[in-house]
């Protein structure tokens, strides 16, 4: 099946500790994004790459950091710079304009 | 970045009704996209549009891309209880996207 696939669905996590959310797409997609979902607002752009070995900060880039050694993989890692941590995490990859989402990683800092 | 002013909030809609929603921007957008989002899940692309007038239907759902370019809207048709979730809309410039708030739609059987 083609597609995007994130994991882990839930994640946990204690102050202190850096975590990786993986994001693989076989959808040959050149660009990939990472956006961060909070009850209440619309998406909100962490980090995003347009081709492998290149990625961009997007508007809340602090206490994140992403790598995109692959086309197919651009995974993120929450530090523990990163004071409010706890949320929805969703990945995307577009073409031709449009852009789709993977299912999401719920992260809970406890 | 950028967000789109999306319109309404909220929608709570009898079963077989129809059901419209908009959203706005500031800005000129290249592409329009409308997704539906379940809780717990990641969004769904439902419709795509690249071109400023386009109307685009997915079975019981309307889009259509503002003449301005400035706006989108989007229509359901005789509404089923699966309609149930959030609705957003995403524009497209050139080179990020910026996202709507949400339409949380709730249907009544």
């Known amino acids: 099946d083609g597609g995007i696939t994130q994991s882990p669905k839930y994640l946990f996590r204690k102050e202190g500790q850096n975590v990786t959310l993986s994001c693989e797409q076989n959808?040959?997609?050149?660009?990939m994004y990472w956006y961060r979902q909070d009850p209440g607002q619309g998406l909100r752009l962490i980090y995003y790459s347009q081709i492998v070995n290149d990625f961009q900060k997007g508007d809340i880039a602090e206490g994140y950091s992403v790598s995109r050694e692959k086309k197919e993989s651009f995974p993120l890692t929450v530090t523990s710079a990163q004071k409010n941590p706890t949320a929805f995490y969703l990945c995307?990859?577009?073409?031709?304009?449009?852009?789709?989402f993977g299912p999401g990683t719920r992260l809970t800092v406890l | 970045g950028q967000q789109l002013n999306q319109s309404p909030q909220s929608m709570f809609i009898q079963e077989g009704e129809d059901v419209s929603m908009n959203c706005t921007s500031s800005s000129i957008f290249n592409t329009w996209l409308w997704y539906k989002q379940d809780p717990g899940e990641g969004p769904v692309l439902l419709i795509a549009l690249y071109k400023a007038g386009e109307l685009t239907s997915n079975g019981r759902l309307t889009a259509q891309f503002g003449i301005t370019r400035k706006d989108s809207f989007l229509n359901i048709s005789a509404s089923i209880p699966s309609d149930v979730g959030i609705y957003f809309c995403a524009g497209h410039p050139g080179n990020q996207f910026y996202f709507g708030t949400g339409t949380s739609l709730t249907v009544i059987p």
């Open positions: 959808l040959n997609h050149d660009a």
């Open positions: 995307a990859s577009t073409s031709t304009d449009t852009q789709y």
